[in-house]
């Protein structure tokens, strides 16, 4: 849930840090573009910028009607105060943190009605690509001749990468969620009868009762351990689970302000692993610990991934998975973990540390946890049973 909890200080230091991006660019302004509708993934930057979430879902333009229902904009001009342009009158007042909120069905439309307003027609950055269909898009380069526009979808990402200590504070509190969740979920997992629908249905109540959201539960259990995620409409299945089996999946959601979790487990439905399931599970947890460990202010991130990777490979459980981490906050960011990265990982950021290690014949088991990084130390957030079979 967004609440008005965030220090309106927050979001002026933000589009102060905006407008030093647009002087340094050359930009009369930067448009803001994040879709809305419920899944919350895509609606990170407008979110971060406004404190707004659009209500309704993607639907394709209404020519002549409406472009880009379910979307928000954000338009900061280089100097003076940003703009929220909104599709309805379904905003929330007693939230959002911008001054000026303009209602329009056409969103593409307003947008240039306040460019034009603003004097801002020459240059103008666009930050869009994870979230603008191609109809909008069309229809804003259609009403804006003679605007030079610039792509800058990275822009807010990287802002969104270093986090106040505020931010921090929400991380833990949606984390503490998480937890409990995926606590619930793996229990259910290691009863023999159960579903995995069931095991998705125990974190699902744990985080709807907590004010929250899951944004996914990629499950995998039995002789489909070795996928993501078996179901994928949704990403569980309602298979029941078998004594013997390994149950893995990948969760992620928010529970605070938007700020979200993201970690994965492995268990064994009702008995210990067998010698061959612990050695791929334990490979997955060794693995993660390493580059949690070799994190800290001043490592690359392809410094990290080669600590986390080589617990695979001497292990002889290295499949392929060429993901070892990310930022997370309001949504996955750069820097991401990976081999031959050089992003320097710095104090205040948030970074999540995965694998998915496994062997033929044996299955394939998840581990992940979350981290807060600070000048002297690590912060550890994904505090979940590593085992939960002992539980």
Known sequence: MLTNRIPVEEFHGRWSRVQEICKERSLDALVVWSKGGGPIDMSEDVVYLANHYAVFPYCPDGPGVWSGLGAAAVVVPSTGEPTLIVGSDQWRTDNVSITDVRVSPLLPDAIVEVLRDIRATDRVGLVAGAGMTVEPYRRLLEVSPGIDW????????????????????????????????????????????????????????????????????????????HFYAYGQMPQWTTRTLEAGDIFNCDMYGSASEGYRWDFSRTTVTGSKPTTDQLEVIEGSIAAVEAGVSALRPGVTTGAVWD????????????????????????????????????????????????????????????????????????????TSPSRPWLL
């Open 307 to 382: 600590a986390l990777h080589g617990v695979l490979v001497d292990r002889g459980i290295d499949i392929g998975y060429d993901i070892g981490g990310h930022s997370y906050g309001l949504a996955w960011e750069s820097p991401w973990v990976a081999a031959g990265g050089e992003e320097v990982i710095e104090a205040g950021m948030a970074i999540a540390i995965e694998t998915i290690a496994g062997r033929e014949g044996v299955g394939n088991a998840k581990f992940e946890h979350n981290v807060l990084v600070h000048a002297d130390s690590i912060e550890l957030l994904s």
């Open 150 to 225: 610039v792509p800058m979808d990275a822009t807010v990402e990287q802002l969104r990468a270093r986090k106040s200590p505020f931010e921090f504070q929400l991380l833990r509190e949606s984390c503490e969620v998480g937890n409990a969740a995926m606590l619930a979920m793996m229990k259910t997992a290691t009863r023999p009868g159960a579903t995995e629908a069931e095991a998705a249905l125990a974190a699902y109540d744990v985080v709807l009762r907590a004010g929250g959201t899951i944004i996914d539960a990629a499950i995998a259990s039995g002789p489909n351990s």
